[in-house]
């Protein structure tokens, strides 16, 4: 049994013609790639349509904003070079079949990888990878593609984030590392000779678990989406809700009609307002802003729905986004180009709509407990205390 590691480079001349030499010298029986069936798809067919809709309803916005990003560094790469991004991946299919080699696709579901790398971040990791995603997107860095024959595309990101998230490099790099060295063992037992072309930045670390597989972690870990247990984020959600729930059961127990109608109006139109005003910030359409008006204070009371997922659904509806869309997105140069385009303009109203809700709840609570007098602690004491002689 032989496996002989190809470490390229993704956007290189120079590793499209090394990949082809090596297989045809070597001619295997079976050529391993650095692909998952998805990526593999995007490589080899016309992009499928993609509904900005379901991305919404499953919470998913920002891993596709990640791979957005992911696709910006690697056609800015290609651009400048001359060479299509994965086009040595597609150099070593063809000269697998070319000389009759089966072709293995050995990476991790790209879906996968990308769900575990955003869970491992903090918030405060990911509002900084947020902001370096922008300050990247308009950026005039100089890339040397020589150094690019020493780590992949991804390990580069990794490079560029390495500060601002610790636990990219071992999703990213790691993980793939020892997914794909697992299944090339698990090739081995059916081909006696497998040349894998893979990204140099995974070479060495596939290299040292091929010689010592004893070290290879559970498959089935490595493909499992857990979700953080623990969130600050999700804590202080809660803490609000809970603070404006008590609220209100505060105020219905005065049992005065006029202070909870009106407690209820200033709750309705202060979320709705902000809302719909980060709505239209970002440039919604009329029917956007006025959904997000009238659910914000409903959805705020609701962890597991946000006013920007209505908004920004209602908003996909009338803009209809296309995968076209999703490609130009990554050539845009400047924010008026970023504006005109419908994917940009439908995560950006969600985004800016949630701000709204956000600071509508926060500052909602305050004015209802403002304009009735309400005691909350004081009204908790006293039913806590009626309860308590009725029970003894």
């Known amino acids: 049994m032989e496996i002989i590691l190809v470490g390229t480079a993704h956007v290189s001349k120079k590793s ?10 070597v001619k295997p029986q079976a050529v391993a790639v650095e692909l998952c069936y998805k990526r593999f798809l995007a ?27 992911l696709s910006y560094f690697q056609r800015k790469i290609g651009e400048e070079y001359g060479v299509k991004p994965g086009a040595e991946m597609l150099a070593a299919i063809e000269k697998a079949r070319e000389i009759g080699a089966d072709v293995l696709l050995i990476d991790r579901d790209i879906a996968i990888t990308f769900k575990r790398f955003w869970n491992s971040l903090s918030i405060f990791e990911k509002i900084r990878l947020v902001f370096h995603m922008l300050k990247g997107l308009f950026g005039d860095e100089e890339i040397d593609v020589d150094e690019m024959l020493e780590e992949d595309i991804l390990e580069r990101l990794v490079k560029e984030f390495r500060d601002i998230a610790p636990s990219a490099a071992k999703v990213l790099i790691d993980e793939r590392d020892a997914y794909m060295a697992a299944k090339l063992i698990e090739a081995s037992k059916r081909y006696e000779k497998i040349v894998a072309v893979v990204g140099a930045g995974h070479k060495k670390g596939i290299e040292r678990y091929l010689k010592n597989p004893e070290l290879l972690p559970d498959l089935r870990e490595l493909e499992s989406v857990k979700e953080r247990k623990f969130s600050i984020l999700k804590v202080a959600s809660f803490a609000i809700i809970a603070f404006v729930i008590l609220t209100f059961v505060a105020v219905l127990t005065t049992m005065n009609s006029e202070l909870i109608l009106k407690a209820f109006l200033y709750w309705f139109l202060i979320n709705g307002v902000l809302s719909a005003i980060g709505a239209l910030i970002a440039g919604s359409h009329p029917l956007s802003a006025l959904a997000a008006f009238l659910s914000a204070w409903l959805t705020s009371l609701n962890p597991m729905i946000a006013a920007g997922w209505v908004s920004g659904i209602v908003e996909a509806k009338m803009r209809k986004p296309t995968s076209q869309d999703l490609e130009d997105l990554t050539k845009a140069e400047s924010l008026r180009e970023l504006m005109r385009n419908r994917v940009f303009r439908v995560l950006l109203v969600a985004a800016l709509t949630n701000v709204g809700s956000m600071i509508g709840t926060i500052y909602g609570a305050y004015v209802v407990v403002q304009i009735t007098g309400i005691n909350i602690p004081e009204i908790i004491k006293r039913n806590l205390y009626g309860l308590l002689r009725r029970v003894i």
């Open 16 to 25: 499209i013609e090394e990949t082809k030499r090596i297989i045809e010298e």
């Open 43 to 69: 490589l080899t067919q016309k992009p499928q349509e993609i509904s900005v809709v379901d991305v919404i309803k499953k919470g998913d916005a920002a891993l596709v904003l990640f791979q957005l990003l």
